[in-house]
């Protein structure tokens, strides 16, 4: 089956084509990204508005330049996948609106897929996926999320932030240093120049039981060692490395910890803070430890905003018999425990 991948919760246009007749990596026929960012850079974030607008503009040239690039004609599509929430209402109406009509069209069925399953599921598209039970960590720039996932669609929340996600924090304290909008991969990039143990934050929330996060009071303890230092660009790589180790460490004893309470040993990241090296490097170090202890992750570019995500978590539930009637509808809020499991395709 070839699905249609459509991505427009916030400010990337994702596109891509994912067939199940291909095993793992190969179903991949091809994926585009466009990114708003340089739209919205001016204003420091994501203006909703122009973020509808600019989908407009590119999702259609996105999907001719996909199908092209997977040597596909339109009618070779058997369904189409969007992500109807949690997302912008704007943004997110815009590839609904498409995708239903190219269903329509075509005569093939659409199916709305949660943003988050479809950052969940994007490990699953490389090679030697693991099988569930296991735990997932999504650490995007709205989420940070420790579930445990019994089955695809059965997803139990272990824990989550209190405050700012994972990736809002590295974006914040990457501001307050005065790195442009969105600051988080350059944050790291700085950090890789950074003496390690030169600043050292607390690990916030660790030091109790539970799986909750809070990243909040990390980005006030880096505002004032900024303020109270030279701020020469080595301190402020020795700045941004004492930040990363805080957020790699704390994300690092959660996930153990949700793996301890889950009797289970594999672990899997996805969402833009999983393109991190050096939590991926510690999360590599911390499951190897384990008996049967492994840790999966997209590529990097599946980590951020894709239609790969969708196309590929759409796929699973259409193979399952699921899709939509025919009217237009997002959801905004949305909650991943209130999916239906995906059943797996009888076998003919
Ligand atoms: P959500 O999926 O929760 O709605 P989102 O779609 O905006 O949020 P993603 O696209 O998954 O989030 O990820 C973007 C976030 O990832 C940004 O906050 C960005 O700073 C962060 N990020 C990207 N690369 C890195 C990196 N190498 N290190 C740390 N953070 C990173
Ligand atoms: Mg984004
Ligand atoms: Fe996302």
Partial sequence: MKVLGIETSCDETGVAVYDTARAGADGLLAHAVYSQIDLHAQYGGVVPELASRDHVRKLLPLIRQTLAEAGLDIRDLDG???????????ALLVGAGVARSLAWALEVPAVAVHHMEGHLLAPLIENDPPEPPFVALLVSGGHTQLVAVDAIGRYRLLGETLDDAAGEAFDKTAKLMGLPYPGGPQLARL?????????????PMTDRPGLDFSFSGLKTQVLLAWRDSDQSDQTKADIARGFEDAVVETLAIKCQRALDAAGCDTLIVAGGVGANKRLRQRLHEMTERRIGGRVCFPRLELCTDNGAMIAFAGALRLEAGQHEDAQVKVTPRWDMATLPQVQAPAVA
């Fill in 80 to 90: 189409v996948a969007y992500t109807a929430g949690p997302g912008l209402v704007g």
């Fill in 191 to 203: 950090a890789e120049a950074g003496t390690p143990g030169r600043y050292k934050f607390a690990r």
